[in-house]
């Protein structure tokens, strides 16, 4: 943004403090752009429009293949002739917008042009016929607002910018950037993505970089009714990069003909695998079943901290892959120092249940290794997949269960009063009886099996602080830390159970995901020195707004580019609060949640999940640096106090 179009933009801040005797000469706020529309064939153009603006005008944004006589203008009770102008057009027919705007008001003007190439085909959205950005964009418009697609959809592009390289997520292993038909065309938001085969980027393979060409297949949704993007966190993958595949699944790769019945002496091959993942959908099977290929990838090997292994299998002469999540070793035990370890090109055969996690991803739930290039265990714990021959729950107390060694057949019936930092998307929380307290780590509503992903079913419970439940689970640990593992409710607490449907406990936290990109400064009743853990992540940059008498205020500076803001923000115990982001004459609010470690004093020990998570996105990139004012107030809740962390300026 040149510095006239920046003068041009404090004038309009400024149209709400006219005096008097302005308001009276020009009447009441008004702007319309007439014609609406405006039409060109594919030389180069030009035509005009005629503007009345009884206020101080501006064009807030406008196509790059568009050029306007001016970029702004005086108020007037007259309209104003505004000539507008088009490149020439060899590619594809296109339209866009001029947004006019004197504050919020604002008049839009529809811009189209043919192109040489004529009509973009919009696709179907399959492997072999995917949606082009047009039609991606046409089919998340038609679902409404925040609702994702009913199933797994390809869609083709140019990427235009990325915001987050593969690389800069870290452990998380996707990225998020932009793609388009054609330089200039509408963009598609694609969030959060993994890489090729539907797995996370690991270092050595091709990073993402504007003018790649590539097709996505995952689920979309249009974000706030305004944002068609792919649903986040893995929701998505690089089925194509450049021209180059590496399988994948939810329709990524090819596979031949199911065989197997899933039994010991006929297992499933991985076409038979994926098809009945596919089939029993986001809740895993009942059955467990023997599946028998070769191994693509090993993501995770075995270890003896955790002893499972996750690894990626294929058919031979197909790239189709079934994932092993997380299986157990043989005889469904723990990999211990000196058993043999998964590699690339291994046969294996697992014994699980299955799952199409997300709705994209067919995998195991639970489970162990049966066999590899034919060696098996000794057969001691042939038992079924996500628990083998699990024995007879034992009642015990807190004390005892501490006392107990790990095991991963031998269940125990817990009762206690459930206290502690509750992570309600996972079911963490300490259990307290007479005799002492113990960690659990991820309760389910139903009983999913040793081994099982974490279905979040724990909010279903409705289980709050202090409630008294019973519980059955297996002795595990953690860094020296005895936990109760793939336990599940049996009886108790304020709500009643309900089904999980199917997905995983999610990736944890880490230093990245609680850092900020960005420049926060304390301002009124506001605190930048509070030492903050989140999630187990120590000293998280913050800022903490408030008092118990007093709303705060704070600053944050956006760099030049800045599309969208991510942030945490929670609010005091027992307190809900409201806070408000002001930049230049725009405000957007959001009410936060209160959480039970912000209490009493420095240092402060939270857990956090994805509702605590937030957005703002802007209509257009932001010319320039620029500086948000970020206030607690008497909104929509009552709590002065707010903690703001994580703060992510995403170009």
């Keep these: ?52 603006a009884t206020r101080d005008w501006l064009i807030a944004s406008q196509p790059d293949w568009v050029a306007v006589s001016v970029t702004g203008g005086n108020a007037s009770t007259k309209p104003q002739k505004v000539s507008v102008s088009v490149n020439a057009n060899s590619g594809h027919n296109r339209t866009g917008t001029v947004m006019f705007t004197i504050g919020i008001m604002k008049a839009a003007l529809t811009i ?5 190439q004529g009509e973009i085909k919009l696709g179907t959205g399959t492997k072999e016929d995917p949606y082009t950005v047009a039609g991606v964009i046409k089919y998340v418009q038609g679902l409404g607002a925040d609702v994702e697609s009913p199933d797994v959809v390809y869609f083709k592009g140019k990427v235009t910018s990325v915001a987050t ?45 504007a003018d790649d060409e590539v097709i996505m297949c995952g689920k979309v949704v249009n974000y706030k009714g305004n944002t068609p993007e792919t649903v986040g966190k893995g929701g998505s993958f690089i089925y194509s990069l450049n021209g180059v595949t590496e399988g994948g ?42 599946i028998k290929g070769k191994v693509k990838e090993v993501t995770d090997q075995f270890a003896a901290q955790y002893g499972n292994a996750t690894f990626t299998m294929v058919d031979e002469g197909y790239d189709a892959v079934f994932t092993a999540y997380r299986v157990l070793y043989f005889d469904n035990q723990k990999w211990k120092e000196g058993g ?106 139903t009983n999913l099996g040793y081994g099982a992903k974490n279905d979040q079913s724990f909010s279903s419970l409705g289980i709050v602080d202090g409630d008294e439940i019973t519980l059955i689970g297996f002795r595990g640990s953690y860094q020296d830390k005895v936990e109760v593992m793939y336990a599940y409710w049996v009886s108790g607490g304020s709500g009643t159970p309900g089904g999980g449907s199917g997905g995983g406990g999610g990736q944890g936290g880490d230093e990245g995901e609680y850092s900020s990109n960005v420049t926060m400064t304390k301002g009124t009743s506001c605190y930048d020195d509070n030492v903050l853990n989140v999630n187990g992540v120590s000293n998280v940059k913050n800022l903490k707004f408030g008092t118990s008498s007093k709303y705060g205020s704070g600053t944050v500076v956006l760099p030049a580019g800045t599309k969208e803001v991510t942030f945490y923000a929670i609010g005091w115990k027992g307190a809900d609060a409201s806070l408000k982001f002001t930049l230049g004459d725009a405000t957007k609010s959001v009410d936060v949640k209160a959480n039970d470690g912000a209490s009493n004093s420095s240092p402060y020990n939270v857990t956090v999940t994805e509702s605590d998570k937030y957005s703002i996105k802007f209509d257009s990139p932001l010319a320039s640096e620029s500086s948000v004012q970020v206030e607690t107030y ?10 703001l962390f994580g703060v992510k300026a995403v170009k």
């Excluded at 292993?173 to 038909?181: L, M, P």
Aim: glycine content about 14%.
């Design 165 to 209: 390289t593969f690389a800069a997520s870290g452990t998380y292993g996707n990225a998020t950037f932009y793609i388009a038909d054609e330089p200039g065309g509408d963009t598609f938001y694609c969030f959060q993505s993994y890489y090729l085969g539907n797995r996370k980027w690991k270092s050595g393979d091709t990073e993402i970089k």
């Design 634 to 643: 008497a909104g929509n809740k009552k709590g002065y106090r707010a903690f």
């Design 340 to 445: 043999k370890t998964i590699n690339a090109n291994d046969e294996v055969v697992v014994y699980a249940k299955v799952v199409n996690f997300k709705g994209n991803t067919p995998e195991t739930s639970g489970g162990y290794v049966y066999s590899i290039n034919g060696e098996k265990g000794s057969g001691t714990n042939p038992g079924g997949g996500g628990g083998g021959n699990v024995k007879e729950a034992k009642a015990v107390t807190v004390a005892e269960f501490i006392a107990a060694p790990e095991s991963n057949d031998q269940p125990y019936k817990l009762t206690g009063k459930v206290g502690g930092s509750i992570n309600t998307t996972y079911g963490n929380f300490d259990l307290t009886d007479a005799t002492g307290t113990v960690y659990v780590y991820g309760l389910t509503a």
């Design 1 to 52: 943004m040149n510095l006239k179009r920046i003068l041009l933009t404090l004038m309009a801040a400024a149209v709400a403090f006219v005096s008097c005797n302005q308001e009276e000469e020009l009447g009441m706020a008004n702007l319309t752009v007439t014609p609406g529309e405006l039409s060109f064939d594919q030389s180069e153009g030009t035509s005009e429009v005629e503007l009345l």
């Design 112 to 116: 189209s042009q043919t192109g040489a």
């Design 249 to 290: 699944s939810g329709g990524g790769g090819e596979t031949g003909a199911a065989k197997g019945s899933g039994t010991e002496a006929d297992p499933f091959n991985v076409a038979a695998a994926i098809a009945k993942a596919e089939s029993v959908g986001q809740t895993a099977s009942t059955d467990s079943y023997y």
